[in-house]
């Protein structure tokens, strides 16, 4: 299939492409890097444009899947690079007869709002953006999805990572004690835009269980 991923350089939108290269799909990345990731692999094309500018976007067509994962965190940009930029790329490609599912990549911070700001309002305007598509691309046949990433590690979250105080502290609040990894993520892209035909307009929440498993129950021991 014919699948077209942003943020194609780095982090999360590396591994999906990755992913669906190695399973034999063709994959347009587009991100502002203008380096190829994979030079190597003849069914890669890279394409060099800034998603939050509507007129640097390459001419792509019959876009089978779209999954959308360039984003930024804590800079001026983020409104118009992880809301409006989503929103530039998935106007472009996705209304087409050859769709057939497209993926945004929000976060759980637009559940809980516990992060930065203006990063966490364009997550959550993420979800809304995500339904209104879904509904849209129904006459199509084709679903839309928003998944939302708890702690993954990439380059981005390092600042937590490196800093054992901070890590600790966050290990302490996750149930399951660690952070998804982007190939992880990258095996649930493929699952919401190439397996799944009948779930849409729906957000998965992936975050080893710290925002809905972390209730703290207190209680004396008993006597033995």
């Given at each position: 299939m014919k699948v077209l991923v942003t943020g194609s350089c780095g982090g999360i939108g590396r591994a999906v492409a990755s992913l669906f290269l190695e399973r034999g799909h063709s994959v347009y990345g587009i991100d502002i890097n203008?380096?190829?990731p994979f030079d190597l692999n003849s069914s890669y094309v890279h394409c060099?444009?800034?998603?939050?500018?509507?007129?640097?976007l390459p001419s792509v067509t019959d876009v089978e899947i779209l999954i959308n994962c360039a984003g930024v965190q804590d800079s001026s940009d983020d409104i118009s690079i992880n809301?409006?930029?989503t929103m530039n790329v998935?106007?472009?490609?996705?209304f087409n007869p050859s769709i057939r599912s497209v993926l945004v990549i929000a976060s759980a911070?637009?559940?809980?709002?516990?992060?930065?700001?203006?990063?966490?309002?364009?997550?959550?305007?993420l979800l809304s953006y995500t339904r209104n598509v879904a509904i849209r691309l129904a006459p199509y046949g084709a679903t839309c999805n928003s998944l939302s990433p708890g702690g993954v590690v990439t380059d981005l979250n390092r600042p937590v990572m490196e800093d054992e105080k901070l890590w600790n502290q966050?290990?302490?609040?996750?149930p399951l004690r660690k952070w998804a990894t982007a190939e992880e993520i990258a095996q649930w892209c493929y699952f919401l835009t190439v397996v799944n035909r009948s779930c849409s307009g729906e957000d998965i929440l992936v975050d080893n269980g710290e925002m809905h498993l972390n209730?703290?129950?207190?209680?004396p021991e008993k006597n033995s």
């Open positions: 203008p380096a190829s060099c444009a800034d998603i939050s500018e509507p007129s640097s809301l409006k930029g998935t106007e472009k490609y996705a911070s637009a559940h809980s709002g516990a992060e930065f700001p203006s990063y966490s309002a364009s997550k959550g305007g966050i290990m302490a609040l996750t209730a703290t129950f207190i209680w």
